[in-house]
């Protein structure tokens, strides 16, 4: 699908700036921003399979070439890069549709190697030499400058807490899906929501209930720390199809987060435990095109993590924090299929501090020609969403 | 008066079917005395002063008046009047029995005997973490059951406004000195309390100042001083005064073998005895601080600058909208709030003058019933409305496992600007449904606990606040309808609690 058809299937119908200023807020487009907390092993999601230091810095975890078809490892999916076959059913097959993107040498351009302090300038999106103001994270910029009706951008978060890239956007409703089964019954229910009809609250409350009931009972329920609370990829599978359907019928713009990625030790290789956590995300992800049908080509998911990890593997069989990670950008509509952005060769020299994968695609110019691209922002809509970033050499994403 | 007469002025306002459960006790005749009005408006006045109305708290407004009531919260000679169980549990803690550098130090005599460095890092942090959760429990018992309760919420209060995160490095062990040091000085000046919490080796730790040495400068304490703790982000400070107070804050750590080193006298020179000034690694150069010069003079001149910035316009103001949006409304008004800072400039930052500024005004009157309960204080204001004399201990991790599903865990907000205070960034479809479904656990936990015991009544409050009286004062036709409609007292607790009323004070 080319930009302009999606636009038109949008809430534009013309792609001119001075349009923008006037259109009506979106109704149908939808964008749910994915959150990989801890920073996962980009290096081992897509893999520099022609690269022989990626192999000599990787001797035990390192993910070996592979034809398509053939077992575990890495099928090749573009110039130098395999994709890891944990997503073969998955993400592989919407990226030979087009409908699948990936950009790496991409971060954050912050050397803290901090999850916490990363994470939130991740989601504050805010220029990373000034001081954070944490009462304006990107999504409650993007709601302000998509509409001043907050409800006609329906924003949503799939957390237990309002998060972060909400912050400053208002009143964004947060549904915990993860949370323990609820033991009120259904008559209990509908005598609250009696309490609360009318009142303010009335429609948080029914919004509450039906997304809890929706909510499988055996959602997985383990936390770590670096994960902020966010659930496990297994967790994501079980209410993806939920968070899907929200997505569908009720919101446009939703963030959700799904954490285990901090793997210091034995994360494996072309099997274990990232192998498994890469293919429960996957899963958990196809529920989207299942669920959304003809919206699909209307939604844009974007995978990111605060940072990558050390491409020289740890002498725990794991890897440490690294600054460069790899974006992933889905979706019915994208101009898939591709690795996206500046790329440079994979070899020691051009490592970032002999540690890491540099940072050639900065977050800013991601998540701004993203919104750009999406929504036809005017300059003065993108100054206000993004101060200071430059998103002039960008990609197509659409 | 008689029992008899309480019971025959009780059956005026109360419907002879809730009788019973308080034919015996001291609220019944309170209540007789007391006319609707005058009770629905200490229920709102103990929401906001307190973490909501108890039994025994209800009781006491009634019999004392509100002004007399009010007094004694803020008086410090007031002895706390605890249940005897609850007393002696607190006595028998661990963080009751020894100061912060013997804690300390006996928790890592204890990690010292493990065979190997991962080991004794292991055996350190469980000793840290049996502090900490004694720390927790100890502060959920006290929510519910201390009388001192205007200053058990001002803890709250100062705790979340100098934020620290539990799970920074080793900063557990110190949590539970951290707050007492914070709760000794929530009736004083906010000099103090700035000194108190900003010097404390919890705040050290957690922001970074422990790595804060001259030619290493890290601002992470100096910019939060300024932004979180005192100025606020548009007080008027620049990147320049964040870099200069860094300097003045430099060599000033915490000093983690105090207890190993003799020492002739107590005094560190700062409040808590494991914070150090350590000179070789201070800045002694002069600095200017928000255009005023400050000379290098090691500890003196950190003092200095915490008295600059205590007594700061910007501060009055920053501390002042707080504390107006913490007790009376999400939209602080203007007026209340410069008059809140006026007080806190002519009194040198006096914060109960503050406090009674807040409580006095009309904007305090005219809010009651309309705010949000903060995720804390509805869990605390149910446990309250439940509470007995005869408590149950085992629900102080109840209380803080509930908190940390509504959002708001003791020492668990990991950045520093601690948990919101406005409704907006919380009261969404995730925190509404799980309150109803703590609703529901309270209730049953209560109505089992009852069964077992039977040896005080499981209704509390709820009588009181669901009689004829009152209840038509309170509550909504609709809640009402509700509640009334129950078929059991479990769910007649159930929706009291999930009731749009009882989650605003």
Same mark, same amino acid.
């Given at each position: 699908?080319?930009?302009?058809?999606?636009?038109?299937?949008?809430?534009?119908?013309?792609?001119?700036?001075?349009?923008?200023?006037?259109?009506?807020?979106?109704?149908?487009?939808?964008?749910?921003?994915?959150?990989?907390?801890?920073?996962?092993?980009?290096?081992?999601?897509?893999?520099?399979?022609?690269?022989?230091?990626?192999?000599?810095?990787?001797?035990?975890?390192?993910?070996?070439?592979?034809?398509?078809?053939?077992?575990?490892?890495?099928?090749?999916?573009?110039?130098?890069?395999?994709?890891?076959?944990?997503?073969?059913?998955?993400?592989?097959?919407?990226?030979?549709?087009?409908?699948?993107?990936?950009?790496?040498?991409?971060?954050?351009?912050?050397?803290?190697?901090?999850?916490?302090?990363?994470?939130?300038?991740?989601?504050?999106?805010?220029?990373?030499?000034?001081?954070?103001? @944490?009462?304006?994270?990107?999504?409650?910029?993007? $709601?302000?400058?998509?509409?001043?009706?907050?409800?006609?951008?329906?924003?949503?978060?799939?957390?237990?807490?309002?998060?972060?890239?909400?912050?400053?956007?208002?009143?964004?409703?947060?549904?915990?899906?993860?949370?323990?089964?609820?033991?009120?019954?259904?008559?209990?229910?509908?005598?609250?929501?009696?309490? @609360?009809?009318?009142?303010?609250?009335?429609?948080?409350?029914?919004?509450?209930?039906?997304?809890?009931?929706?909510?499988?009972?055996?959602?997985?329920?383990?936390?770590?720390?670096?994960?902020?609370?966010?659930?496990?990829?297994?967790?994501?599978?079980?209410?993806?199809?939920?968070?899907?359907?929200?997505?569908?019928?009720?919101?446009?713009?939703?963030?959700?987060?799904?954490?285990?990625?901090?793997?210091?030790?034995?994360?494996?290789?072309?099997?274990?435990?990232?192998?498994?956590?890469?293919?429960?995300?996957?899963?958990?992800?196809?529920?989207?095109?299942?669920?959304?049908?003809?919206?699909?080509?209307?939604?844009?998911?974007?995978? $990111?993590?605060?940072?990558?990890?050390?491409?020289?593997?740890?002498?725990?069989?794991?890897?440490?924090?690294?600054?460069?990670?790899?974006?992933?950008?889905?979706?019915?509509?994208?101009?898939?299929?591709?690795?996206?952005?500046?790329?440079?060769?994979?070899?020691?020299?051009?490592?970032?501090?002999?540690?890491?994968?540099?940072?050639?695609?900065?977050?800013?110019?991601?998540?701004?020609?993203?919104?750009?691209?999406?929504?036809?922002?005017?300059?003065?809509?993108?100054?206000?969403?993004?101060?200071?970033?430059?998103?002039?050499?960008?990609?197509?994403?659409? | 008066?008689?029992?008899?007469?309480?019971?025959?002025?009780?059956?005026?306002?109360?419907?002879?079917?809730?009788?019973?459960?308080?034919?015996?006790?001291?609220?019944?005749?309170?209540?007789?005395?007391?006319?609707?009005?005058?009770?629905?408006?200490?229920?709102?006045?103990?929401?906001?002063?307190?973490?909501?109305?108890?039994?025994?708290?209800?009781?006491?407004?009634?019999?004392?008046?509100?002004?007399?009531?009010?007094?004694?919260?803020?008086?410090?000679?007031?002895?706390?009047?605890?249940?005897?169980?609850?007393?002696?549990?607190?006595?028998?803690?661990?963080?009751?029995?020894?100061?912060?550098?013997?804690?300390?130090?006996?928790?890592?005599?204890?990690?010292?005997?493990?065979?190997?460095? *991962?080991?004794?890092?292991?055996?350190?942090?469980?000793?840290?973490?049996?502090?900490?959760?004694?720390?927790?429990?100890?502060?959920?018992?006290?929510?519910?059951?201390?009388?001192?309760?205007?200053?058990?919420?001002?803890?709250?209060?100062?705790?979340?406004?100098?934020?620290?995160?539990?799970?920074?490095?080793?900063?557990?062990?110190?949590?539970?000195?951290? !707050?007492?040091?914070?709760?000794?000085?929530?009736?004083?000046?906010?000099?103090?309390?700035? &000194?108190?919490?900003?010097?404390?080796?919890?705040?050290?730790?957690?922001?970074?100042?422990?790595?804060?040495?001259?030619?290493?400068?890290? *601002?992470?304490?100096?910019?939060?001083?300024?932004?979180?703790?005192?100025?606020?982000?548009? =007080? =008027?400070?620049?990147?320049?005064?964040?870099?200069?107070?860094?300097?003045?804050?430099?060599?000033?750590?915490?000093?983690?073998?105090?207890?190993?080193?003799?020492?002739?006298?107590?005094?560190?020179?700062? *409040?808590? *005895?494991?914070?150090?000034?350590?000179?070789?690694?201070?800045?002694?150069?002069?600095?200017?601080?928000? =255009?005023?010069?400050?000379?290098?003079?090691?500890?003196?001149?950190?003092?200095?600058?915490?008295?600059?910035?205590?007594?700061?316009?910007?501060?009055?103001?920053?501390?002042?909208?707080?504390?107006?949006?913490?007790?009376?409304?999400?939209?602080?008004?203007?007026?209340?709030?410069?008059?809140?800072?006026?007080?806190?400039?002519?009194?040198?930052?006096?914060?109960?003058?503050?406090?009674?500024?807040?409580?006095?005004? &009309?904007?305090?009157?005219?809010?009651?019933?309309?705010?949000?309960?903060?995720?804390?204080?509805?869990?605390?204001?149910?446990?309250?409305?439940?509470?007995?004399?005869?408590?149950?201990?085992?629900?102080?991790?109840?209380?803080?496992?509930?908190?940390?599903?509504?959002? &708001?865990?003791?020492?668990?907000?990991?950045?520093?600007?601690?948990? %919101?205070?406005?409704?907006?960034?919380?009261?969404?479809?995730?925190?509404?449904?799980?309150?109803?479904?703590?609703?529901?656990?309270?209730?049953?936990?209560?109505?089992?606990?009852?069964?077992?015991?039977?040896? !005080?009544?499981? !209704? =509390?409050?709820?009588?009181?606040?669901?009689?004829?009286?009152?209840?038509?004062?309170?509550?909504?036709?609709?809640?009402?309808?509700?509640?009334?409609?129950?078929?059991?007292? !479990?769910?007649?607790?159930?929706?009291?609690? %999930?009731?749009?009323?009882?989650?605003?004070?």
């Amino acid at each position: 699908m080319k930009r302009r058809d999606l636009l038109g299937l949008g809430f534009l119908a013309a792609s001119s700036n001075v349009m923008a200023k006037v259109a009506q807020v979106p109704t149908d487009n939808k964008l749910l921003f994915v959150f990989l907390r801890g920073g996962y092993d980009s290096a081992n999601l897509l893999v520099p399979i022609d690269s022989e230091f990626y192999y000599e810095s990787r001797p035990t975890i390192g993910i070996k070439k592979i034809a398509e078809t053939d077992g575990d490892g890495a099928v090749p999916i573009a110039d130098g890069w395999g994709l890891n076959s944990a997503l073969r059913e998955t993400i592989l097959e919407w990226y030979k549709k087009g409908e699948a993107a990936f950009v790496p040498f991409a971060g954050i351009e912050e050397y803290s190697r901090s999850h916490f302090k990363t994470q939130d300038l991740l989601e504050l999106a805010q220029p990373v030499d000034r001081p954070m103001n @944490y009462q304006s994270g990107l999504f409650g910029r993007l $709601v302000d400058v998509l509409t001043s009706d907050r409800r006609r951008a329906r924003p949503a978060a799939f957390t237990r807490q309002p998060p972060v890239i909400f912050r400053g956007g208002g009143n964004i409703v947060n549904i915990d899906l993860n949370r323990r089964p609820s033991k009120l019954s259904e008559s209990q229910i509908s005598i609250i929501e009696k309490m @609360y009809e009318g009142t303010e609250l009335g429609g948080s409350v029914g919004v509450g209930f039906e997304a809890m009931k929706a909510t499988p009972a055996d959602a997985e329920r383990e936390m770590k720390a670096a994960s902020r609370n966010a659930m496990l990829p297994s967790g994501f599978k079980g209410v993806a199809e939920t968070v899907a359907k929200l997505m569908r019928d009720q919101y446009s713009l939703g963030f959700i987060d799904v954490g285990g990625w901090d793997t210091h030790v034995r994360q494996g290789g072309s099997r274990g435990y990232l192998h498994d956590r890469f293919r429960e995300l996957g899963e958990g992800l196809s529920a989207f095109p299942k669920t959304l049908g003809d919206t699909w080509k209307k939604c844009i998911i974007l995978v $990111v993590s605060e940072f990558g990890r050390t491409f020289r593997e740890n002498g725990n069989g794991g890897t440490d924090h690294g600054s460069g990670t790899t974006y992933w950008i889905l979706g019915g509509g994208v101009n898939g299929g591709k690795i996206l952005g500046q790329q440079s060769d994979v070899k020691r020299e051009n490592l970032h501090m002999d540690r890491e994968f540099k940072i050639l695609n900065s977050y800013a110019q991601f998540v701004g020609t993203v919104c750009n691209q999406m929504f036809d922002f005017s300059s003065s809509d993108m100054a206000k969403l993004l101060a200071g970033a430059n998103f002039e050499k960008s990609y197509r994403i659409i | 008066m008689s029992r008899r007469e309480v019971l025959r002025c009780l059956s005026a306002i109360v419907p002879a079917g809730y009788l019973w459960g308080y034919a015996n006790t001291a609220i019944g005749s309170v209540m007789a005395s007391a006319n609707g009005d005058s009770i629905k408006n200490a229920i709102y006045l103990l929401n906001r002063w307190c973490w909501g109305p108890s039994p025994q708290d209800l009781t006491r407004f009634l019999q004392q008046g509100q002004a007399a009531f009010l007094q004694g919260q803020f008086s410090s000679s007031t002895q706390d009047d605890l249940p005897p169980r609850v007393a002696a549990r607190i006595r028998a803690m661990k963080i009751e029995s020894a100061s912060l550098p013997e804690l300390y130090a006996a928790s890592r005599e204890a990690a010292a005997q493990s065979p190997n460095a *991962e080991q004794r890092k292991k055996a350190f942090r469980a000793a840290a973490s049996t502090l900490l959760r004694e720390a927790e429990e100890r502060a959920a018992l006290r929510a519910v059951h201390s009388t001192r309760q205007l200053e058990d919420r001002l803890t709250w209060f100062w705790l979340n406004h100098f934020s620290v995160y539990r799970g920074k490095a080793n900063i557990a062990i110190f949590l539970a000195d951290y !707050e007492k040091s914070i709760r000794a000085r929530v009736f004083g000046k906010f000099k103090n309390l700035l &000194q108190a919490a900003v010097l404390h080796p919890a705040m050290l730790v957690y922001l970074d100042n422990n790595q804060n040495k001259v030619g290493k400068i890290n *601002e992470n304490l100096a910019r939060e001083l300024m932004e979180l703790h005192t100025l606020g982000v548009d =007080g =008027g400070y620049s990147q320049d005064d964040v870099r200069n107070l860094a300097g003045v804050l430099t060599g000033l750590e915490v000093d983690f073998f105090y207890k190993k080193k003799n020492h002739t006298q107590s005094s560190s020179g700062f *409040e808590s *005895e494991m914070t150090r000034m350590v000179k070789s690694q201070h800045d002694s150069s002069e600095k200017m601080l928000l =255009g005023k010069p400050v000379r290098g003079r090691g500890q003196d001149e950190v003092f200095m600058a915490l008295d600059m910035l205590a007594g700061h316009p910007s501060t009055a103001k920053h501390i002042s909208t707080k504390l107006v949006i913490f007790f009376v409304s999400d939209r602080p008004p203007a007026s209340l709030v410069e008059t809140c800072a006026h007080t806190f400039l002519s009194t040198d930052g006096d914060l109960p003058s503050v406090l009674r500024t807040i409580f006095s005004s &009309q904007e305090f009157s005219e809010s009651l019933g309309r705010k949000a309960k903060l995720p804390v204080a509805f869990i605390y204001s149910a446990f309250r409305m439940l509470a007995t004399r005869d408590a149950n201990l085992a629900e102080a991790s109840v209380i803080n496992s509930y908190l940390s599903m509504l959002g &708001q865990p003791l020492f668990g907000c990991m950045t520093p600007n601690g948990y %919101a205070l406005t409704a907006d960034q919380w009261l969404g479809p995730g925190q509404l449904t799980q309150r109803f479904d703590v609703a529901r656990a309270i209730a049953a936990t209560k109505i089992r606990d009852n069964k077992k015991q039977r040896t !005080e009544s499981v !209704e =509390g409050l709820s009588n009181v606040l669901l009689s004829s009286a009152i209840g038509e004062k309170i509550f909504s036709q609709a809640s009402l309808a509700a509640i009334r409609g129950s078929k059991s007292k !479990e769910e007649e607790l159930i929706y009291l609690m %999930a009731s749009p009323e009882f989650n605003r004070e």
